[in-house]
């Protein structure tokens, strides 16, 4: 029978996505939370689902439609590019305020460069 991480209660979860830390029985579980499969894509939703309501109250700010979505993407496009320009850094903060190594974040890029450089070398690389 495999064995399966275990996971935080909705209480635990809650506290982490407000920054808190989890505890060290739990670490296998932020590892893969931060550098597993979908990874990124968790980050941003977590990220921008607080500015939606702020974003959304822009839209009842009187005036023409132009001047409120012109207000409304001047906070979302930096935001966003600054969310993913950011990434690693806030990602590596997470992982070294858990006590982990923060070269975990690069495990799983590591690990596609060196499957692709492999699957080069077979294909292109002549025999000795």
């Known amino acids: 029978m495999p064995t399966s991480t275990p996971t935080p209660t909705t209480r635990r979860r809650l506290g982490y996505l407000a920054g808190r830390t989890l505890p060290a029985d739990l670490h296998d579980w932020v590892v893969h939370d931060i550098t597993g499969t979908g990874a990124t894509r968790r980050y941003v939703i977590r990220c921008l689902v607080p500015l939606v309501p702020v974003l959304a109250g822009l839209l009842f ?68």
């Open 61 to 128: 700010v009187p005036g023409p439609w132009l001047i409120r979505i012109s207000m409304v993407l001047l906070l979302f496009l930096p935001f966003v590019y600054f969310l993913l320009a950011l990434k690693n850094v806030y990602l590596r903060h997470r992982l070294v305020s858990h006590g982990l190594d923060p070269k975990l974040l690069d495990k799983h890029r590591q690990l596609r460069i060196d499957e692709e450089r492999e699957e080069y070398e077979s294909r292109y690389r002549l025999a000795p």
